[in-house]
């Protein structure tokens, strides 16, 4: 008998059929809204896999209702999602989607600080609103790129892309990680320096960090008063990493120039959430990793992780 897994969204037909080879698969129908608590508590019952996204909370209450539970494999690289400890002490083997999906999300945050830092977003709605009557010395100028400084908090796979696209710019790459990197210091000419010393000195400040208790609200007040008039904060990790009420004082107040978020504590983020209100935000819907080659190099990882974990194998990205 083929072991039960359930996908908690429609996911492409190439790879439901992969799964399907092995597996009897459940799946949510719904592309684009998420499998209902209520309806996923109930049909975790009798599974033995789960693929799910970062939209699913795989907390301890949905375990209880889980007990033939083997492997949850998540498309995305991180899983504050899902509570590691339970399923550790459950034997359950959780895994993500590292490595293909970082040149893609370091494309997608390098060209979120170029919009936010030469006003794109701003300046098409310009048009688009009839407010362009003449062009003007001054009409907006945003901030220079090309020879700045850029501060990178979180030197994983993604920062360093992100780093390599820095160097292009020959901007001057500062980072802070918990553990120094001297090789790819070698490598790429990036310097460490501690938290704080790199918010006063860079022009941006790029969040690369994997969300974390330690990392909750790791930008605040304070550290956002020590960053330049003239920075942007750039944000396409997780968005409980920044204090948002602190982000939107920052930036209602000049305290900083701008920021470009991709993520939000709550996503999606409310309509009426203050952060949208102001026109030195640039905004996106959780996009990172989102082109389709990506997103279907990671469909595929997630699958196969998740057929190894139901039938006895070692799946390549085991979290724990």
Known sequence: ????????????????????????????????????????????????????????????????????????????????????????????????TPGVLTETTADLTFALLMATSRRIIEASNFIRNGNWKA????????????????????????????????????MKVLYYNRNRKHDIEEMLGVHYTDMDTLLQQSDFVVIMAPY????????????????????????????????????????????IWAAGLDVFATEPVPFDHPLLTLPNVVTLPHIGSASIRTRIKMAHLAADNLINGVTGKIPAHVVV
């Open 212 to 255: 974390t208790p330690e990392t909750n609200n790791l930008i605040s007040h304070r550290e956002l008063s020590l960053m330049k008039n003239s920075a942007i904060l750039i944000n396409t990790a997780r968005g409980g990493i920044v204090d948002e009420d602190a982000l939107y004082q920052a930036l209602k107040n000049n305290g």
């Open 135 to 170: 062009w003007a010395p001054m009409q907006l100028t945003g901030q220079d790129v090309f020879g700045t400084t850029i501060g990178i908090i979180g030197m994983g796979r993604i920062g360093e892309a992100v780093a390599r696209r820095a160097k292009g710019f020959d």
């Open 1 to 96: 008998m083929k072991p039960k897994i359930l996908i908690t969204r429609k996911i492409a037909d190439e790879v439901v059929s992969k799964i399907s080879e092995v597996c009897e698969v459940d799946m949510w129908p719904d592309e684009e809204r998420p499998i209902p608590r209520e309806i996923l508590e109930k049909k975790v019952e009798d599974i033995e896999g789960i693929f799910c996204l970062i939209t699913e909370t795989i907390d301890e209450k949905l375990l209880n209702n889980a007990p033939k539970l083997k492997v949850i494999s998540n498309m995305a690289v991180g899983h504050n999602n899902i509570d590691i400890n339970v399923a550790k002490e459950r034997g359950i083997t959780v895994t993500n």
